[in-house]
Every structure is written in C-alpha cells, then in structure tokens.
C-alpha cells in the first residue's frame, strides 16, 4: 500500500461516545499532520508531529488528542465531542516539517482521503 | 495573519475553454505556494507547488505563476475537460514569525466543467 490513508472514512458518534480516527503513511516521511475541514470554512490546521514529537497545537480543545507513536501511524482521540465538531478530519504528511535550514519551507503535502466525522 | 482569498468560488464551463483560477494572499512573507485538487468527499491531491523564488510551474495541461510582491497566484487549466470538475485550493507556507510552517489555505474554487 502507498500513500496516505485513513480509517474509517466514515464515523457517527454520540456526544458522550469515544472514539479514535486512524492515519497510516507509507510514504517514508517524518512529518506528519492533522487538518479540520468544515463546511464553508478554510481548512484548519490542528497538530502537526516532526518525527513523533508534537511540534504544535493550534489551540485545538482539549476533546481532541492526539497520539503519534512513530512516523508511519497518527491518530486522533475523539472524546466528548459538540455537534459542531462534525467535519471531515483529514491527515496529511511531508518529509520533514520545516526541512534542515538552507533548503526552506516544508514542501509538498500529501494528503489522506479524510475520515467524515458527524456527531449527534 | 494571513489570509487566502480565492476567485471565483464558483465556475462552470462548456469542455475545452482555457480557465484561469485566482488566488490571493495578504502576507507575501511565504517559502512557496500549493495549488491542489480536491474530489468531493475525498482528500487533497497537490497539483503544483512553487518556491517563493520561482515565477510559474507547469504540469501538463495546468500552469500556475506566482507573483509573491502583490500577493497573487493564478492557476490556468488548459482545453479543459469534465474530468477536470473539482475544487482546486491554493494554500501558502509561512516563512517567519507566528506563520513559520504553517499552510494557509483558501476556501477553493468549485469548478464544473460540462461536456
């Protein structure tokens, strides 16, 4: 398998539910990314991880956790969520974020199919 | 902050007219600028990326430029094609400060093309 995916691409929770989205990168990058994307809006960065450690946080709730056990494998805890919440959760990964100093920027992004979130 | 504003939100054309999609950004302190494709329902594909210090790339029917002093990008699609229907985002990189690393993407452009 190549790329980026994602499980599951489809998720319906209730508001007390916890549940967890999954990312997988076969692509051999180190960085790797969550994103929101909701209706009418822009994306919005949430976290980004730079070799397993988590380089920021985009003032994401707490409702949101995130969990980076190596470069290959990125997951998105889902506790207690709010309706408004209910979006489609994309992961993304580079080869670094942020590449070594001289070369510039973070370069191409390559991006998962998304896991559609709603919550009732 | 930087903000991305893309024109039109919305396009529809006949198969085989040359198209031209717009971005803008506020902040032209950026590393590079992204166009990509987005199916509905589906994730983000890039299509081009340019460096702060380049003009334009090209790929294929599509060509992008970049003119990072104003602030603007434009996206071409050549003898465009149904297949082409989808919406296409721009996103910049920050280079310094509180934008360092970070994309900032633009609400899209939700093009149809009809056969």
């Known amino acids: 398998e190549t790329g980026v995916t994602q499980t599951p691409r489809h998720l319906v929770m209730g508001m007390t539910n916890k549940k967890s989205l999954k990312c997988e990168q076969h692509l051999g990058h180190n960085a790797t990314y969550w994103y929101k994307q909701s209706a009418k809006k822009p994306l919005e960065l949430m976290f980004v991880?730079?070799?397993?450690?988590?380089?920021e946080n985009n003032s994401v709730p707490s409702r949101f956790s995130p969990e980076c056990p190596n470069s290959s494998h990125l997951f998105l805890h889902l506790h207690t969520l709010q309706p408004e919440d209910s979006a489609l959760y994309l992961c993304?990964?580079?080869?670094?974020?942020?590449?070594?100093?001289?070369?510039?920027?973070?370069?191409?992004?390559?991006f998962g199919e998304g896991s559609r979130l709603t919550v009732l | 902050k930087q903000e991305v504003t893309q024109i039109p939100a919305a396009l529809s054309v006949p198969e085989g007219e040359n198209l031209v999609l717009n971005c803008s950004f506020t902040d032209s302190a950026i590393y590079n600028l992204q166009w990509f494709r987005q199916d509905p329902g589906k994730g983000l594909t890039s299509l081009l990326l340019i460096q702060s210090s380049q003009r334009e790339q090209t790929s294929g029917r599509l060509n992008a430029s970049l003119d990072k002093s104003s602030g603007r990008s434009t996206l071409y699609i050549a003898a465009s094609q149904p297949g082409d229907s989808a919406t296409y985002l721009c996103?910049?990189?920050?280079?310094?400060?509180?934008?360092?690393?970070?994309?900032?993407f633009g609400r899209g452009t939700q093009l149809t093309v009809w056969p």
């Open positions: 996103a910049v990189e920050g280079d310094r400060g509180s934008t360092l690393g970070r994309l900032y």
């Open positions: 991880y730079n070799f397993k450690e988590q380089t």
């Open positions: 993304a990964s580079s080869q670094d974020h942020l590449r070594p100093s001289g070369r510039g920027g973070t370069g191409e992004l390559f």
